[in-house]
């Protein structure tokens, strides 16, 4: 089991920045791949960003050339480094730590772009 903690969402204009955080611990070595997802009100939760296990990293073609994912592993954290954020951006943003046999959520962050 991996337990999964978010952090780093807020209000930011548009066009600002935000860093969200994912601090992940448990059984770290059954993860093969961390995910960032978002829920905006009435839609569906979509798939914002993927990094792997090797470092290998895939986005949505909504947030390609925004956003990037990263990990580190030295301190059982995943971010999403979000730039020129739109109104369109605002949702709750989760996180994904997924292997074999379990998947794992966070509790989500509240991420809203408005000015």
């Known amino acids: 089991q991996v337990q999964l903690v978010e952090s780093g969402g807020g209000l930011v204009q548009p066009g600002g920045s935000l860093r969200l955080s994912c601090a992940y611990s448990?059984?770290?070595?059954?993860?093969?791949?961390m995910d960032w997802y978002r829920q905006a009100p009435g839609k569906e939760r979509e798939l914002v960003a993927t990094?792997?296990?090797?470092?290998?990293?895939n986005y949505a073609d909504s947030v390609k050339g925004r956003f990037t994912i990263s990990r580190d592993n030295a301190k059982n954290m995943v971010y999403l480094q979000m730039n020129s954020l739109k109104p369109e951006d605002t949702a709750v943003y989760y996180c994904?730590?997924?292997?074999?046999?379990?998947?794992?959520w966070g509790q989500g962050t509240q991420v809203t772009v408005s000015s």
């Open positions: 448990g059984s770290i070595s059954s993860i093969n791949a």
């Open positions: 994904k730590a997924w292997g074999r046999i379990f998947t794992s």
């Open positions: 990094v792997t296990s090797g470092g290998s990293t």
